[in-house]
């Protein structure tokens, strides 16, 4: 790299690490600042998290003041251009809206294209509007590991609506749900009868079913679709939140059925703010991420220590020639941690 720009780029990082004015400018809606709260945030860096941590902290006051939904689905069924639609349909509302939109990355090279917002150019130039890629990473269920974190930067800096755009049905859709407070699953006509509806767990965790792209040839396939889940959500058990799911089509491209789901997850907020639920689901979450946070500390400062990267090549190697077992090579690390 040549120096002085390595130099520039380096005071530039510098100066972006103030975080009392990074705060402060975020709280007034900059959204390069908030862009830069959040690369702070998902940086790796041991620094970085310490400040990040202090930006958190300073924006937490003015956070927890949206709702937050999570949309999912299977690639290919539509969800950047639902969202694209969706959130325009919002800000004519006069809602601001966030979309942190995660995209899977390659277990291969470990990167990622961020195409999403290329698919919502339309929402990308509104004012109140924001959006921002982020890599999946090593994480479950289609969510970067910091998508917790942006979505109080994004309350902070102002947004209202808190969109969650996940990879698809993946591994551990739960870490999906245990951030937002409305789960809306996303499916395509033909996939399947009832029975299969039932067998899917996913849709026991959805809060609307909506059948997207519900438009042209596709508009009856559609219908008939929705018919099947709605029979497949009445053998599910009561939620909690005492909810009855919704299930309803739309056609992203042609802007139908947009408003109705906009209704559905207004309806639900209020159920669920009158009878306690949205407030007590709220506390759970914060309770569930508290764990997570505390066993990713522990699984980062277990791999930092010293003895363990010194010891972890060989005990490796021996595992290689099959002279240790996997466990007894464990135990072994886990010994030299506690010391």
Not at 162 to 185: A, N, R, W
Not at 220 to 248: D, G, M, N, Q
Not at 291 to 316: G, H
Request: hydrophobic share 40%; aromatic share 6%.
């Amino acid at each position: 790299m040549n120096p002085a720009f390595a130099k520039g780029t380096t005071s530039r990082v510098k100066r972006s690490l103030d975080t009392d004015q990074l705060a402060q400018e975020i709280i007034e809606g900059n959204h390069t600042a908030l862009s830069k709260g959040i690369t702070l945030v998902e940086s790796t860096v041991v620094k970085h998290q310490e400040l990040a941590q202090l930006l958190i902290e300073k924006c937490l006051v003015h956070a927890n003041q949206s709702i937050r939904i999570g949309i999912t689905g299977v690639p290919g069924v539509g969800k950047s251009t639902f969202i694209e639609s969706f959130g325009s349909y919002l800000t004519t509302l006069g809602k601001k809206v966030a979309v942190l939109a995660v995209d899977p990355s390659s277990s291969l090279s470990h990167g990622s294209i961020l195409g999403d917002k290329t698919r919502m150019d339309t929402l990308s130039l509104n004012k109140n509007a924001f959006i921002r890629p982020s890599a999946s990473g090593n994480s479950l269920g289609g969510v970067a590991r910091k998508t917790r974190e942006a979505i109080i930067l994004c309350e902070a800096a102002g947004f209202d609506t808190i969109i969650i755009e996940t990879v698809g049905v993946g591994q551990s859709e739960t870490v999906v749900h245990s951030m937002v407070d409305f789960f809306l699953l996303l499916k395509l006509a033909g996939a399947g009868d009832e029975l299969q509806g039932i067998k899917r767990g996913i849709i026991e965790m959805a809060d609307a079913i909506v059948i997207n792209k519900a438009d042209g040839n596709n508009e009856k396939p559609a219908k008939l679709a929705k018919t099947a889940f709605a029979k497949a959500l009445h053998l599910y058990p009561p939620k909690e939140s005492t909810w009855i799911p919704k299930v309803s089509t739309c056609s992203a491209i042609e802007h139908k059925g947009i408003s109705e789901i906009w209704k559905a997850i207004e309806s639900y907020k209020a159920l669920t703010q009158e009878n306690g639920y949205f407030t007590k689901k709220r506390y759970e979450q914060n309770t569930y991420w508290l764990l997570q946070t505390v066993e990713n500390s522990l699984k980062e400062n277990f791999y930092r220590d010293p003895n363990v990267k010194k010891r972890l090549p060989m005990l490796l190697e021996q595992l290689s020639k099959n002279k240790i077992s996997p466990f007894s090579a464990a135990q072994e690390l886990l010994s030299l941690r506690k010391k």
